[in-house]
């Protein structure tokens, strides 16, 4: 039995009158509240309400009273789409509510006494107007799309939406996107349902072939299914282009000619032929002049309007040094080569064309060869006869080789009066004894220019040089300086440097001879510069050592007794050929490479030896720790004498006595 205290129990029996009071009340407000507002929260769209009296039935406790609505859709716009009886108050439409114009009202009844004063203002009519599916996917303006040509299949081209006004996070406004439709109907791409985003289904998109794609793609609501609306768009997607094609030329092969001894002159123009894009640097043609040369005598460039080479002849060219050229022309991109899809592979190598360039021989006139005459004096030569001869320099006929005719010749310059020459026969004859101390002597040498005129009309004239040597002496020959030389099969020349220790004017520049009969090979000399000269071959060479023979002279006609040497070597520099690197029978040396595999075997095997030695080496100092109670020896049958091995066994194992049945080993006591 719980007993209560007075105070408690008076304490207990006013907060049960107060919760009993209080519960009364809202009991009250309640009722009160429910019969004064009745009405639907929700009204469907599309459906037609205005031939109901009324969409709320409005109860109010006042009389003589008149009722209005304020808010959108009652006094503000759009007007009058909801209005109230001004004598019941009940509300009604007028017309069909659409959930995409205005989704939502909220309006306020409004109750007025006669004189016009409020009685009372409730603003809890608010109604959310139901969503239907009557909005299809919209298509807005979809700009153009661009992916490379050649992209693999799975690339990202680019995305596509569509909107629908229909309400949002529905099953009405969830759109699902196919393509229906593509032009060309190649079906080179496909679409993710759920988000648009478009991808190259196929790694065989060729701008050349195709370079614009019109595809027609549907979105469908309700997220596809059948009862969905639909709308269509039309997307462009352009093909961008990559460097997929390389520069052709119109011909295998060209020839031109050259006059000889000019320069500065455009040779041909060679059209360069490219499927890519015009204009751009997958078209733009690069021409490289790879081979024939190493005289430096051509250069090219590019007109960029017609994608064409302009082969320039940049120096002049002797007809009698060389007669015609051989030129390895390449020709690229401005833009590397494509090399990103799986279906195009770029082999890493230009084509070589061959333009041929012969020259042309020109009348010439006549010329001092060398250009300038050494005349050497001893100084032990006192006196002299001036009725000698102390040199000859005749010109020659350039197209000939010939001594010139029909010429004359006389001295172009001579300060100090020192010569006399022959107008017929280009003798050369003192004046008078040289004088040592003159003031036009050039490091112990006095110069005098002799001209050979021609007869002709009009004349030409020729220029050589007499140069009276006092103290410097023509003493060495030309040498080559390296006789080794180095060429692969791809190539067909080589470099001949010589060197000379004389001065000026009996040194450079030489002239390089082969002697036929001792060389290996078909092989031509260019003239390079002064001290060197091109070693060309006229036929393909097989690898191999191939031995040239030369003669070398300086300015004067000096060439050493003996001829020069120079052995060239042959290979193919590819699959590991060290070019230049030859064993003792003239093969090429091949570089030997290690793989992965090798080199792991070599770093385990001494790793795995060194374990071994130490597992060995702790055995051995194992048995030497065994005490002699732990040896065990056994007799050996085929021995005429009985003859025992010792073998240690660990004690652990045997019993005192035990014998061992393999064999005759016994046990140790």
Not at 81 to 96: A, E, M, N
Not at 180 to 197: A, W
Not at 418 to 431: F, R, V, Y
Request: charged share 25%.
């Amino acid at each position: 039995m719980i007993r209560v205290s007075a105070p408690m129990f008076v304490l207990l029996l006013f907060v049960l009158q107060a919760v009993a009071v209080l519960m009364a009340n809202s009991e009250d407000r309640s009722l009160k509240k429910r019969r004064m507002c009745i009405f639907p929260q929700i009204l469907m769209e599309n459906r037609d309400y205005t031939n109901l009296d009324y969409i709320d039935k409005v109860y109010s406790e006042y009389e003589n009273v008149t009722y209005s609505l304020t808010g959108v859709g009652a006094d503000k716009y759009p007007f009058n789409v909801f209005v109230s009886d001004p004598h019941t108050g009940d509300i009604r439409l007028t017309q069909v509510l659409d959930r995409e114009f205005i989704p939502y009202y909220y309006l306020t009844l409004v109750i007025k006494f006669a004189n016009g004063t409020i009685a009372e203002e409730r603003d809890w009519y608010r109604y959310q107007i139901a969503d239907e599916n009557d909005n299809a996917p919209v298509f807005g303006q979809i700009k153009p799309g661009e992916v490379d040509e050649l992209s693999p299949e799975g690339s990202f081209v680019m995305k596509v939406t569509a909107t629908d006004a229909d309400e949002p996070w529905s099953l009405r406004s969830v759109i699902s996107y196919t393509i229906i439709n593509q032009n060309p109907p190649d079906d080179m791409f496909y679409i993710n349902r759920d988000d648009g985003s478009i991808f190259v289904k196929k790694p065989l998109l060729e701008r050349e072939k195709c370079g614009q794609y019109i595809l027609t793609v549907r979105g469908q609501d309700l997220k596809g299914l059948p009862e969905g609306n639909t709308g269509t768009g039309n997307v462009t997607i352009n093909i961008r282009d990559v460097n997929n094609n390389l520069p052709t030329l119109e011909k295998e092969q060209y020839e031109g000619s050259i006059e000889e001894n000019i320069q500065g002159v455009e040779v041909m123009r060679i059209q360069a032929e490219d499927l890519d894009l015009k204009a751009t640097d997958n078209w733009k043609a690069v021409f490289n002049i790879v081979r024939g040369n190493e005289g430096g005598y051509f250069s090219i460039k590019t007109d960029p309007n017609t994608n064409k080479g302009i082969l320039m002849l940049d120096k002049p060219v002797d007809y009698e040094n060389v007669k015609n050229f051989v030129l390895g022309l390449t020709v690229r991109n401005k833009a590397p080569p494509f090399s990103g899809g799986s279906s195009w592979q770029w082999g890493g190598e230009y084509k070589i064309y061959l333009i041929k360039i012969n020259v042309k021989n020109q009348p010439e006139g006549p010329h001092f060869d060398p250009k300038v005459k050494a005349i050497a004096i001893s100084k032990k030569e006192t006196s002299f006869n001036i009725t000698d001869v102390v040199a000859s320099n005749p010109a020659i006929d350039q197209d000939t080789g010939e001594l010139a005719e029909n010429v004359r010749y006389a001295k172009g310059s001579d300060p100090d009066n020192w010569l006399t020459i022959d107008p017929e026969t280009a003798e050369i004859k003192l004046n008078r004894l040289p004088d040592r101390e003159s003031p036009y002597l050039v490091n112990g040498t006095y110069f005098a220019k002799v001209l050979c005129i021609t007869k002709e009309t009009p004349a030409k004239t020729a220029t050589g040089t007499i140069a009276i040597q006092l103290d410097n002496f023509n003493d060495h020959c030309p040498i080559v300086t390296s006789d080794i030389k180095t060429m692969c099969t791809t190539e067909n020349s080589v470099i001949v440097n010589a060197n000379n220790e004389d001065a000026y004017p009996n040194g450079p520049p030489f002239k390089f001879e082969i002697i036929p009969e001792n060389t290996k090979g078909k092989w031509h000399m260019e003239n390079l510069n002064d001290t060197a000269a091109i070693l060309r071959a006229q036929n393909f060479m097989w690898p191999g050592i191939y031995e040239v023979e030369l003669v070398i002279k300086d300015q004067q006609g000096k060439a050493c007794p003996e001829p020069q040497r120079v052995w060239v070597r042959v290979c193919t520099c590819e699959d590991g050929v060290v070019c230049g690197k030859w064993d003792g029978n003239n093969q090429p040396v091949k570089r030997v490479q290690l793989g992965p595999a090798s080199i792991g075997i070599m770093v385990v095997l001494p790793l795995l030896c060194f374990f071994l030695f130490l597992i060995f080496c702790h055995y051995k100092k194992a048995l030497r720790d065994l005490s002699p109670a732990n040896m065990v020896r056994f007799k050996d049958p085929s021995a005429t004498a009985p003859e025992y091995t010792t073998l240690a066994v660990a004690t652990e194992s045997l019993n005192s006595g035990t014998v061992l049945h393999s064999g005759e080993w016994q046990r140790l006591n």
